[in-house]
Nanobody
Framework: QVQLVESGGVLVPPFWSLRLSCAAS????????MGWYRQAPGKQRELVAA???????TYVDSVKGRFTISRDNAKNTVYLQMNSLKPEDTAVYYC??????????WGQGTQVTVSS
């Protein structure tokens, strides 16, 4: 199992940029597939971006070209760079680390609010 702590969520105006970080501890970070999810009020949690242990990335269509997920295995950290933020990006963002269906780990979440 791995423990995850997210940081970086704040209130920003539209079109600003923000970088979220997720620090992992407790296991071998480099072998985990990592993901950023978000959940807006009244909506289901959705996968925003994912990066495999081999650094292959995927994105939900609504953030393609604006968000970038990356990982630094030396620092046991995964990042989500968010550019050109929109009000509809407002949500609690959660970090996820998965190594098979019985090893699925979540952070506590960090609030991102995009508003003028």
């Amino acid at each position: 199992q791995v423990q995850l702590v997210e940081s970086g969520g704040v209130l920003v105006p539209p079109f600003w940029s923000l970088r979220l970080s997720c620090a992992a501890s407790g296991s071998i970070f480099s072998i985990y597939n990592m993901g950023w999810y978000r959940q807006a009020p009244g909506k289901q949690r959705e996968l925003v971006a994912a990066i495999t242990s081999g650094s292959t990335t995927t994105y939900v269509d609504s953030v393609k070209g604006r968000f970038t997920i990356s990982r630094d295995n030396a620092k046991n950290t995964v990042y989500l760079q968010m550019n050109s933020l929109k009000p509809e990006d407002t949500a609690v963002y959660y970090c996820n680390a998965q190594l098979g269906p019985k090893n699925n780990n979540w952070g506590q979440g960090t609030q991102v609010t995009v508003s003028s």
